[in-house]
């Protein structure tokens, strides 16, 4: 399936390893379900570096953009809970983009995903954002690979929260792309042909796009929480 819904947050950081543990555990125990009982949220999924280092890349997949800026959520944001307000801290180069789904073929969650952040250059958005639609099917199908997903960050007009201030503030990337996939030689052997940054460059990016590899740790629904 592709994703669920029209909207996503898209957040990366860095967690130490002697933190880790406990995040996982807070992270699936209490965060997760937090999220999860949060109208619109329609599934959430962590993802951890490939290659065994610090880097987190965590997707919750939202009914509609405006749950980025719903009363419920906020009023989450703004009220995080004890072990949430110890954990706050420890999220490290925080990366955290509001995003509407420009186009989503394929599944939403596999193994292995690479993730690009990326913008276009200079009144090439449109081009960009067709030339990426128009390859993703292809993309998704190709063997090792299932999903293939463009979003775009739109912040919504809020205050900062107290999460944010906790964590000292975020950044954003401004479009993202999601290649999900089962095989991870599949993956390593593609990304360098299909999106090195030439190619992408190629079909309307700006040099410079910040990429990653992530490994599956936990994907939910509310359903699962229950």
Request: charged fraction near 15%; hydrophobic fraction near 45%; proline fraction near 7%.
């Amino acid at each position: 399936m592709s994703l669920l819904g029209k909207a996503c947050l898209a957040m990366w950081w860095d967690m130490a390893p002697d933190m880790r543990a406990e995040f996982e555990h807070w992270h699936s125990h209490e965060h997760f379900p937090e999220r999860l009982a949060i109208p619109g949220f329609q599934r959430a999924s962590r993802f951890t570096s490939a290659d065994g280092g610090e880097g987190v890349f965590v997707m919750y997949e939202l009914e509609a953009h405006e749950v980025v800026a719903s009363p419920a959520y906020l009023a989450s944001l703004n009220a995080p809970s004890p072990w949430s307000t110890q954990m706050m801290p420890h999220h490290r180069n925080m990366v955290r983009s509001q995003c509407q789904v420009l186009a989503s073929r394929g599944a939403g969650v596999a193994r292995q995903v690479l993730t690009l952040r990326l913008s276009p250059a200079s009144g090439r958005a449109g081009e960009l954002q067709a030339s990426l639609a128009a390859r993703m099917p292809g993309w998704a199908g190709q063997p090792g690979l299932a999903g293939v997903h463009l979003l775009r960050h739109q912040p919504p007009a809020i205050a900062q929260t107290t999460e944010q201030k906790i964590r000292g503030g975020d950044q954003a990337a401004d479009w993202v792309l999601v290649v999900c996939g089962y095989d991870a030689a599949a993956l390593d052997a593609w990304a360098p042909t299909a999106v090195s940054e030439s190619a992408l460059v190629a079909l309307g990016a700006r040099p410079g796009q910040v990429r990653g590899r992530y490994a599956l740790s936990l994907s939910a629904t509310p359903a699962d929480m229950r």
